[in-house]
């Protein structure tokens, strides 16, 4: 099976600080994927990388064995969701309306949503638990609210690919497991690629098919929860003493702090 996404030797920085510093990686079609690593590692930017929001310095990245930046904007939109780690807004837009905006790869330009793109708004503000606040103005909504009207609209987008930075951060946890199981239906069900950035080691590891841990700028570690999640690679990685263990309950690994 070919790669969705090659990178090849990427590099990227901010000035004189190194984000992402020779990285190298593949991601398959159909999987869902879990970035995780300490603070400042570089995996926002990586996802940044990934979606052509940034331009490498140096190396390449290839999309579908196409090099990304030969991609349209429109084609883009078309192939990739993202739910950024900020989203600010200071136009009183509706919830529904910014759901909506999910849609607009799809239409005609000036062209008015048809009866699939309500319906497919409508289905995902349902799963994502943001009907309720249709119509209130994205500026009266709280953090969490808000995270999940941008998650909402990225399941909208219909996108083969979705690319989440921290889409948990600001949510209670109902609403963590919430959107991570959506995600992971998308998975499953449609067949889509996940690859999310998470801070939440366990619950990385409950959702996850692969995990690829970064630090300082680079691949630290690569592999299924079990392969990953080693009492060495926490204490090396995240400096913390911790012990492993299979939960019968999901057949996965998971990390119990000492």
């Known amino acids: 099976m070919s790669p969705l996404f090659s990178v090849q030797d990427v590099r990227f920085s901010y000035g004189d600080c190194v984000a ?3 990285l190298s ?12 690593g300490p603070n400042g590692c570089g995996k926002s930017t990586f996802i940044d990388l990934l979606i052509g929001h940034l331009k490498p310095s140096a190396g390449a990245i290839q999309y579908r064995q196409k090099a990304l930046f030969d991609y349209t904007k429109t084609e883009i939109a078309r192939e990739m969701a993202l739910v950024p780690q900020n989203f600010y807004i200071n136009f009183p837009f ?7 905006m999910g849609r607009y790869p799809h239409m005609r330009r000036f062209a008015r949503p ?7 708004v409508s289905e995902v503000m ?22 999940r009207v941008i998650f909402a609209r990225a399941l909208a987008q219909k996108a083969p690919t ?10 209670d946890i109902h609403h963590a497991f919430l959107v991570m199981s959506t995600a992971a239906r998308a998975v499953q069900k449609d067949r889509r690629t996940v690859i999310a950035v998470l801070q939440d080691i366990n619950m990385a590891a409950a959702y996850c098919d692969r995990l690829m841990v970064m630090n300082r700028g680079r691949v630290a570690a690569f592999g299924t929860a079990a392969e990953v999640l080693t009492p060495g690679m926490l204490r090396e990685e995240f400096r913390i003493d911790a012990k492993v263990y299979v939960e019968p309950s999901l057949d996965r690994a998971q990390v119990v702090c000492r």
């Open 114 to 120: 048809s009866e699939k793109d309500v319906r497919i």
């Open 162 to 171: 979705m690319l989440l930075d921290e889409a948990t951060s600001n949510l």
């Open 126 to 147: 349902g799963l994502t638990d943001t009907a309720a606040f249709t119509n209130r103005p994205v500026t009266q909504l709280s953090g969490g609210e808000r995270q």
């Open 94 to 100: 509706s919830a529904g309306e910014v759901v909506m």
């Open 25 to 36: 990686v593949q991601f398959s079609p159909g999987l869902f994927y879990g970035i995780i």
């Open 20 to 22: 992402v510093d020779g």
